[in-house]
């Protein structure tokens, strides 16, 4: 019975070890999903390789800020679902911390909005009119584009 229990468990850590490990090597990256994407836009738009580099350029510059500004829109929705339950659990209202966060947030939608509106407006630049056309269909599913800033 002990040799029985022996190799279960030995099964046991052998298959927990191999699902942990298959699934933290599997991970990609913020930096490999970009490159696939980038890749996928590369073929999908048959973009050559001067097109490539600078959308690869507009992304390098742009991520950094949108990565900041979503853990922005992260905290602040947590902090507001945190005034919101002290607001049904105790019955208290903290205005002012309440309108902070609000704000905090409003004003990081606001940016992340601009910032990504003109990623994308950057990147239709790079594209001759026939891929810019396609592009734009793509991104434009399900989303209000306004009119691309007059050069």
Not at 106 to 126: G, H, I, M, N, P
Request: net charge positive.
């Amino acid at each position: 019975m002990k040799r029985f229990l022996l190799i279960v468990l030995l099964g046991f850590v052998a298959g927990a070890t191999t699902h942990i490990g298959f699934f933290a090597f599997r991970r990609p990256s913020v930096e490999s999903r970009l490159a696939r994407d980038l890749a996928w836009m590369q073929t999908e738009f048959r973009l050559d390789d001067a097109q490539y580099r600078r959308i690869r350029a507009l992304h390098d510059r742009t991520g950094p800020e949108l990565d900041r500004l979503f853990v922005v829109l992260r905290s602040t929705h947590e902090q507001l679902l945190r005034l919101e339950e002290i607001r049904r659990s105790a019955d208290k209202v903290d205005f002012i911390a309440f309108h902070e966060a609000k704000a905090e947030n409003a004003k990081a939608r606001r940016q992340c909005r601009t910032l990504t509106l003109d990623l994308v407006y950057s990147v239709a630049e790079t594209m001759n009119p026939e891929q810019r056309v396609r592009y734009f269909n793509l991104v434009g599913s399900g989303v209000e584009l306004p009119a691309p800033p007059s050069s």
